[in-house]
């Protein structure tokens, strides 16, 4: 069973399997439409399943969407199980048509026949004797004979049309039903499952009506002679543009100008460039880079604002405007990866507040296609109409005009505008000249909507656009940064001067006051481990993944990271030991190092909440210095906020299972090594032989030759000479008064339940042992 949405809906997938997944949730339904792949999952349900999801359709007043799936047998006038409802499978069919009194209708409009063969020969009909079932999509045979002459018990021909959508109103049995006999395979259908949705859930799933379009032209003056418009093909686009604009209020194409390339033509096709400007004011405008150079390949800033100033120099001396607060970068350079030096030239020449790429989070799946905010810059996702730069006439488009035509007539372009409710497309100068293939494909599409929807079609500027956008999807302001090394298209088009190699391999994730320092000091021995360059304001922790560092970008990041080139260490690191309890961590870790081991230290919660007291009151906290240690631990929600919010950070970390799942809920159990602190503390250098096996780190160094036990400190320290040590600084390894009895119980009992689950989880990866501090921790109160 599945119960899900398309587009944005939330959606959930269950398999079916014994028993329904859990459909409420404090008296409340937990789905607002059950969509089964497959009818026969739905009929052959046991009798405790089908009794229990009819309760709770009734109940909640929940309908059921349902496909027929392709059968190996033919089934004639076979009545569906416990439905007055009858079906004959495996036809094939041409010609739908849709009921224009259908309610189900809403998004789609019922226009006149979708003509020809229906794609397949598995199509089932259905026919009915009950006024429950209402027809709402119909087709005609496409065999010269139907092999059954009867069906509604025996009693009556077949009748054309053929019903092959149907809708059950609930008089039966009081649940609706919409019933298709065909998969999503027929373009139509996918229109009629977002109605199905949107009526079954009485309007709750549903999309707007409304789509944004806006068409971009790159590269206007760019391309070779022979291939650049003339003034014909300025005729064409113009006369064109007025006829969508009847359709779409105030339609204009949004040139993009690369001045360079003004006057690079033949005499005809510069006589072009010049029409077009004599007519700059029938369109929107915004700037390309001067010699259409991709802007990651500059790593001086100078040199990149000043290619941009020449374009805007360009656009003031023939009056083009400057004011679109767009840009679009040359095959996407510099967007996404973020190239920082793009973001700061477009802001200071042309301060450009708004951008679209299709990279972003990859090219492909198109569907998934995302937005974010970088640097003040809004960025779009940019969608692909089928056109690229050497698709200059039909008769070599691929597949010919009836693959481009099936773009059009239901197929990817029309179906990227249904779901998107922003839509910026991406052609180039070269469509529009030759066989103008642009202009036939977007006016195609936009009639053919007309015609099969009742979505309103409007347009606007970039802009607004990107305000209305992230109006409707606030979720995806903040950037995702990914691994440009894991794409290759990304990988063309990241900044020259990074190296996949000084992404780190594993990540010291903490939590604080467990021993990462003391860690991170020991692997900084190995001659082939290296980690980042020390920050100014948080010393050997960047803490990129969990705050604001984040939204300085990859190439922030990858500073702390320099390569040189005689080096001959192969194993990059970084420790940041908040990372552990961060909310945001796990996910954005794993999107840029999804293939790194993430390495923990655990102590006895109750002691690493109490060490972090101490370190914070040391080191001057307010709040801390105000209240005892028994004070904060106890505090409660009546408490002031700075005092709540210190017990918090205090004991939050403490809470390892639940941290854990989180890091696990993206990483797997093969990714995850933990460290027992005590034995850190105690027998560090067979923790550090027992890492390096784990981290395959070549070759094993022996450290018993380089650590030993330091009585002064009271710890290992780096082994400097023979009779002298290096150890961490004053700040570490400080002696504090003993925790008191009463607070030490206090948290004993508060982490016990969290203590429990971290056993079973420890159990269930199955790689390190239990630590003798949880056993005694737990031992205290079992």
């Avoid at 998969?183 to 859930?201: E, I, M, N, T, V």
């Avoid at 990059?572 to 990372?579: G, H, R, V």
């Avoid at 005590?678 to 380089?706: F, G, H, T």
Wanted: net charge positive; glycine share 6%.
């Amino acid at each position: 069973m599945k119960g899900f949405t398309l587009i944005f809906f939330r959606y959930k997938i269950e398999v079916a399997g014994k028993s329904l997944p859990i459909l409420t949730n404090l008296d409340k339904g937990r789905y607002g439409v059950v969509v089964f792949e497959n009818i026969d999952k739905y009929l052959h349900m046991d009798k405790w399943n089908r009794e229990l999801l009819d309760k709770y359709c009734r109940e909640y007043s929940v309908g059921i969407v349902a496909f027929v799936n392709s059968n190996e047998d033919t089934l004639v006038a076979a009545q569906l199980k416990n439905f007055p409802l009858y079906i004959h499978t495996n036809l094939r069919l041409k010609d739908a048509t849709l009921n224009k009194n259908s309610p189900v209708l809403r998004l789609t409009r019922a226009g006149d026949i979708a003509w020809g063969p229906l794609p397949g020969d598995d199509w089932t009909i259905f026919q009915h004797n009950h006024s429950t079932y209402e027809t709402i999509e119909w087709a005609q045979s496409n065999a010269l004979h139907i092999p059954f002459n009867t069906i509604n018990n025996g009693n009556s021909q077949i009748q054309h049309p053929l019903t092959t959508v149907i809708k059950d109103s609930g008089k039966f049995d009081g649940i609706q039903r919409i019933f298709f006999g065909s998969s999503l395979k027929f373009w139509l259908h996918r229109l009629l499952l977002l109605d199905s949705l949107s009526y079954l859930s009485n309007g709750q799933l549903s999309l707007s009506l409304n789509r944004m379009i806006l068409v971009d032209v790159d590269d206007i003056f760019v391309g070779e002679k022979g291939t650049r418009l003339k003034i014909d093909d300025i005729k064409a686009l113009i006369t064109t543009q007025k006829r969508i604009s009847e359709i779409i209020p105030g339609f204009k194409f949004n040139l993009g100008f690369s001045g360079k390339y003004y006057h690079r033509g033949t005499s005809e096709e510069n006589l072009g460039d010049d029409y077009l400007l004599e007519n700059l004011k029938e369109f929107n405008w915004f700037s390309h880079m001067w010699n259409h150079q991709q802007p990651h390949l500059y790593d001086n800033l100078t040199i990149l604002e000043n290619e941009m100033l020449q374009n805007y120099a360009f656009a003031r001396e023939h009056k083009i405007p400057t004011n679109s607060y767009y840009s679009v970068s040359p095959h996407h350079s510099g967007v996404y990866p973020a190239h920082e030096m793009l973001y700061k030239a477009w802001k200071k020449i042309w301060n450009i507040k708004v951008t679209s790429t299709e990279e972003y989070p990859h090219l492909r799946p198109a569907r998934l296609r995302r937005g974010f905010k970088h640097r003040n810059i809004m960025v779009l996702p940019r969608q692909t109409c089928g056109l690229f730069t050497h698709t200059m006439y039909i008769d070599r488009y691929p597949g010919g005009r009836d693959k481009l035509d099936e773009s059009i007539q239901g197929g990817e372009l029309f179906q990227t505008i249904v779901y998107n409710p922003i839509n910026i497309f991406m052609t180039h100068m070269s469509n529009y000249g030759s066989d103008r293939l642009a202009l036939y494909t977007f006016e195609s599409v936009i009639k053919f909507l007309r015609c099969w929807t009742h979505l309103k079609l409007v347009s606007e500027a970039p802009l607004q656009l990107a305000h209305t956008y992230f109006r409707l999807h606030p979720e995806e302001s903040d950037p995702i940064w990914g691994n440009p090394c894991d794409d290759p298209r990304h990988l063309k088009i990241w900044s020259k001067s990074k190296e996949c190699e000084a992404l780190p391999k594993f990540l010291v994730i903490g939590p604080q006051k467990t021993g990462t320092t003391a860690l991170y000091t020991f692997l900084s021995i190995h001659p082939n481990i290296d980690s980042n360059i020390i920050s100014p304001d948080t010393f050997e922790e960047i803490q990129f993944f969990n705050g604001n560092n984040y939204y300085r970008g990859l190439d922030w990041y990858m500073e702390f990271f320099p390569i040189p080139t005689n080096s001959t260490k192969k194993y990059m690191f970084e420790k940041s030991a908040t990372y552990f309890d961060g909310e945001f961590v796990p996910k954005r870790a794993h999107a840029l190092l999804p293939h790194a081991k993430i390495i923990s230290l655990l102590i006895s919660p109750a002691k690493r909440a109490y060490s972090w007291y101490q370190h914070i009151k040391s080191h001057g906290d307010v709040t801390a210095n105000n209240y005892t240690f028994y004070q904060v631990i106890t505090s409660s929600e009546s408490s002031h906020k700075a005092l709540k919010d210190l017990r918090s950070r205090c004991l939050f970390p403490g809470k390892y299972a639940q941290h854990l799942e989180h890091w696990l809920s993206f990483y797997t159990p093969q990714h995850m090594y933990i460290i027992d602190g005590e034995q850190l503390k105690l027998n560090p250098i067979d923790v550090m032989n027992d890492l390096q096996r784990a981290l395959k780190i070549q070759p094993i160094l022996d450290y018993s030759k380089q650590i030993r036990y330091d009585v002064k400190k009271g710890f290992f320290c780096q082994i400097s000479s023979e009779k002298r040590n290096k150890c961490l600084g004053k700040s570490k390894g400080r002696q504090y008064p003993p925790m008191d009895d009463k607070s030490l119980k206090y948290l004993q009992r508060y982490y016990m339940s969290h203590n429990t689950a971290l056993v079973k989880l420890l159990k269930k990866l199955g790689s390190r042992p239990i630590p003798q501090w949880l056993k005694y921790d737990l031992s205290m109160f079992s």
